[in-house]
């Protein structure tokens, strides 16, 4: 079955310099991988997604990159803020019945 | 407009109890979820379900049951209760046409 690998498993970085999350899949018949972002005590919220027939999307300081030929795909973060921190997740279509699989997350933390 | 709905928010079981954990959702949402989250171990998916009266296991579903009697409506039941079960359980939908998750606020269930 799919099997989804997030790197790192935490992040710091200093305020306004930019964040990059990679992700692995081993399914090469996944075609839709979101990003998901949870703050401390919340729920996880869709920040970003993007299907396998495009390579690049971004939504203001957010970017995701997708490679189908090497199986991964990377959540881009520029100018971060202390508001970015929180645990963010990757997931990618896989199994039979093609639900989401998720990554075990990375807790970025940005400093003021 | 609620989105998606769980109660209860927190509860505590001794090994052996049993309960029931309701989702519900006023999105008109085909699809239905529940998962269990665990510190380092991301979302894994316990069961789903693509509709009405019908149910499907996920990734990790030993020692769970569902039902969706309603559309609006997914419950998670717990039949005999084991530390191992100790989590936070979050409930999500998403649409027919759309593999975008939202999700509900999150369940902490401890049990002892």
């Known amino acids: 079955g799919e099997n989804v690998e997030q790197h790192p498993s935490t992040l710091s970085v200093q305020e306004g310099d930019s964040a990059v999350i990679k992700c692995t899949y081993s399914?090469?018949?996944?075609?839709?991988f979101p990003w998901y972002k949870q703050e401390l005590g919340k729920r996880p919220q869709l920040i970003i997604d993007i299907r396998s027939n495009v390579g690049e999307k971004k939504d203001q300081r957010i970017a995701v990159t997708l490679n189908k030929t090497a199986k991964h795909f990377s959540l881009h973060i520029t100018e971060t803020q202390p508001e970015d921190s929180a645990v963010y997740f990757c997931?990618?279509?896989?199994?039979?019945?093609?639900?989401?699989?998720f990554g075990k997350g990375t807790k970025l933390s940005v400093k003021p | 407009n609620a989105g998606v709905t769980q109660t209860p928010k927190f509860r505590v079981l001794k090994t052996g109890q049993s309960m029931t954990l309701l989702c519900a959702q006023d999105m008109n949402h085909e699809y239905m979820y529940w998962y269990r989250q665990d510190p380092g171990m991301g979302l894994r998916l316990i069961h789903y379900s693509v509709g009405e009266g019908t149910t499907a296991k996920g990734e990790v579903p030993d020692g769970y049951n569902v039902s969706r009697l309603k559309k609006q409506n997914f419950l998670l039941g717990l039949e005999s209760a084991a530390p191992s079960q100790t989590s936070v359980y979050f409930c999500a939908s998403s649409s027919l046409r759309d593999e975008k998750l939202f999700f509900g606020s999150g369940t902490q269930l401890s049990v002892l």
């Open positions: 997931a990618a279509t896989g199994g039979s019945q093609g639900n989401l699989i």
């Open positions: 399914d090469s018949a996944s075609n839709y």
